[in-house]
C-alpha cells in the first residue's frame, strides 16, 4: 500500500506506518504544496495524509476518488467538502480531542500576552527603545476576576475555561448553537446569547468551527458590541473575523486588544498592521505545536490510515 503525505508530520506515526510495510513518499519542499500538485502527486497512492491548508474539494476529491482514505493533520475540517467525500465513498479523518490542551494553552498565553502588551514591549527592546522605567505609560490590565466569555465551548473552550477560572478566578459564559450541559457541570459555566455574551465579557475567546454561520462573525458591528476594555482572543479559524474590522476596532480603541494564533490569510503579511499594534498579539497558527500533542495527532493519523486501507471504520472519522 501506498501513503502520500503532503507535509511533515511527527516521525513516531511515519514508523506506525511503515511497520505496516507501507510505502511512504512526502511532500519535501520548503513551500505548501499546490492543488494541481497534490493532484499529480496523489495518482498512484492509496491513501493521502494531509497536511496544511489544502483544499479537499470536489475538484480534487473527483480527480483522486482512487484514494481509500484521507486523514488530516488537524482537528478542523473547513477545508474538506464532507458532501462530496461521501458521495465518492472516501473516509475521511482528524484528529480529535489530542490538541485540546495545547491550543487552549496558545489562547491563554495570547490572553496574557494582549493583557500585558507583551509581544509589542517585548518589540520595544528589540528596537533600541527601552529608554527608562516609567510608571505610568503602556500599562497593562489585570485579569483576575475578569469575565471570560466562549465562543464554542467544545473540548478546546473548556480546556480554556479551566485554565483561566483555575488561574485568575474568572467566571465563565458561553454561547453555543446548543448548551452543552456536560461542560457546564464540569466547570459552573453559564449559557447566555450571542448578544450577552458581547455585552458581558471581559474577553472573548474564540473555539468554534469556521461553517458557514461563523464566517465573518466578528465584525465591526460585532466589536462595537463588546466592552472597551475588552479582548478577543482567535485561535480557531482566522476566517471567523473579519480582519479588516478588526484592524478598525483595535485603531479606534472599539476593543482594548487581540490575540491571533489564526489569520486570514495565512501566512499573514509580514506588513500588516495588526503586527506593529500595542494592542495586538499574532502568532503563526502554532496552537497544536507541541512535540507531546504533535506526536499524539500523528498517532492518530496513523491509525486512521491503517484502519482505512484496511477497509475498517475509521477510528477518529470526521463522516
Ligand atoms: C487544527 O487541528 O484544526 C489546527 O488548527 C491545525 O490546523
Known amino acids: 500500500m501506498k501513503v502520500f503525505i503532503s507535509g511533515n508530520i511527527a516521525q513516531v506515526g511515519i514508523a506506525q506506518l511503515k511497520e505496516k510495510n507501507i510505502e511512504i513518499t512526502q511532500w519535501d519542499k520548503d513551500r505548501q504544496i499546490t492543488a494541481e500538485e497534490l493532484i499529480e502527486a496523489c495518482k498512484g497512492q ?33 477545508q474538506v467538502d464532507v458532501d462530496e467525500a461521501k458521495k465518492l465513498n472516501i473516509p475521511v479523518g482528524n484528529t480529535p480531542g489530542v490538541l485540546s490542551g495545547a491550543t487552549a494553552s496558545a489562547a491563554f498565553l495570547l490572553m496574557l500576552a494582549v493583557s500585558r502588551k507583551a509581544f509589542y514591549l517585548h518589540k520595544k527592546i528589540i528596537n533600541g527603545n527601552w529608554q527608562n522605567y516609567e510608571p505610568t505609560p503602556e500599562l497593562g490590565i489585570e485579569l483576575n476576576g475578569k469575565t471570560l466569555g466562549v465562543f464554542g465551548l467544545g473540548k478546546i473552550g473548556l480546556e480554556m475555561a479551566k485554565k483561566c477560572a483555575g488561574a485568575f478566578q474568572m467566571p465563565v459564559i458561553y454561547h453555543n448553537r446548543s448548551r452543552n450541559e456536560d461542560a ?10 450571542f448578544e450577552e455574551l458581547l455585552e458581558q465579557s471581559d474577553v472573548i475567546s474564540v473555539h468554534t468551527a469556521l461553517t458557514d454561520e461563523t464566517k465573518d462573525k466578528f465584525s465591526i458591528d460585532v466589536f462595537k458590541k463588546m466592552k472597551p476594555t475588552s479582548i478577543f482572543i482567535n485561535t480557531a479559524r482566522g476566517g471567523i473575523h473579519n480582519e479588516k474590522d478588526l484592524i478598525q476596532a483595535l485603531e479606534e480603541k472599539i476593543i482594548w486588544g487581540a490575540g491571533l494564533d489564526v489569520t486570514n490569510p495565512e501566512p499573514m503579511d509580514k506588513n500588516n498592521p495588526l503586527l ?7 502568532l ?28 475498517d471504520k475509521l477510528p477518529y472519522p470526521i463522516w
Open 46 to 78: 492509496d491513501a493521502l495524509v494531509s497536511v496544511g491548508p489544502n483544499k479537499i474539494d470536489a475538484k480534487f476529491l473527483n480527480a483522486a476518488k482512487h484514494l481509500k482514505v484521507i486523514a488530516l493533520h488537524s482537528v478542523g475540517f473547513d
Open 184 to 193: 457546564e457541570k464540569e466547570i459552573d459555566a453559564k449559557y447566555v446569547s
Open 276 to 282: 506593529n499594534m500595542d494592542n495586538a498579539a499574532v
Open 284 to 311: 503563526p497558527h502554532i496552537g497544536s505545536a507541541t512535540e507531546e500533542t504533535r506526536d499524539a495527532m500523528a498517532k492518530l493519523i496513523a491509525e486512521n490510515i491503517l484502519a482505512g486501507l484496511n477497509g
